[in-house]
């Protein structure tokens, strides 16, 4: 059974989360350049595991229940801890990337930041949670299932955040280089 939302789109989510994150590794120390690839890795981060959610908002229309065998005996990120792992990870990724507004979604300090160590663990956590889910399958989508994602790399740029005020919005981006 062909369905372009899980043979094409679920596929791209994963690609591009292991590309922008290799990418980081040899990035060319461009702040511009470190921030994109940051700022991918993320949003593609929080798509994958709001694909992976089996909470009841945002709809059930491109959630992983539809592709699995039996969606009450599926379980998400089964290990222990990992399901408190991806909500307060999921939380930070809210909190700081792709929210431009007024309502207290901002970062302040090194411990609000997404870290180099955070961004490998949701590479991690999304990794295993893609095998558990490929075994979860109803078989005519076996087919389109994408590869697993390989090892993560072992080192990324620091990560930071930078913030300009303008008008009393901040402006939140991802890697620098430098220190604070």
């Given at each position: 059974m062909s369905d372009e939302r899980f043979g094409y789109h679920f596929g791209y989510e994963l690609w591009m989360l292991e590309q922008t994150l290799r990418r980081l590794v040899d990035a060319p120390r461009e702040q511009i350049i470190i921030n994109a690839l940051f700022e991918g890795y993320c949003i593609h981060a929080r798509a994958l595991f709001e694909f992976f959610d089996d909470s009841p908002y945002g709809g059930k229309q491109d959630?992983?229940?539809?592709?699995?065998v039996d969606n009450d005996s599926y379980k998400r990120?089964?290990?222990?801890?990992?399901?408190?792992?991806?909500?307060?990870l999921n939380r930070k990724l809210n909190k700081q990337i792709?929210?431009?507004?007024?309502?207290?979604?901002?970062?302040?300090g090194v411990a609000e930041r997404i870290?180099?160590?955070?961004?490998?663990?949701?590479?991690?956590?999304?990794?295993?949670e893609?095998?558990?889910?490929?075994s979860?399958?109803?078989?005519?989508?076996k087919t389109d299932a994408p590869p697993d994602l390989g090892p993560p790399p072992y080192t990324l740029p620091r990560p930071s955040v930078s913030t300009a005020?303008?008008?009393?919005?901040?402006?939140?981006?991802?890697?620098?280089?430098?220190?604070?």
């Open positions: 959630k992983s229940s539809l592709y699995v990120f089964p290990k222990p801890g990992d399901r408190g792992r991806v909500d307060a792709a929210h431009l507004d007024q309502n207290g979604r901002h970062v302040y870290s180099e160590a955070e961004m490998l663990e949701m590479y991690r956590l999304l990794q295993r893609l095998i558990n889910f490929k979860q399958l109803r078989p005519e989508f005020q303008s008008e009393g919005v901040a402006f939140v981006t991802g890697l620098r280089t430098t220190d604070d």
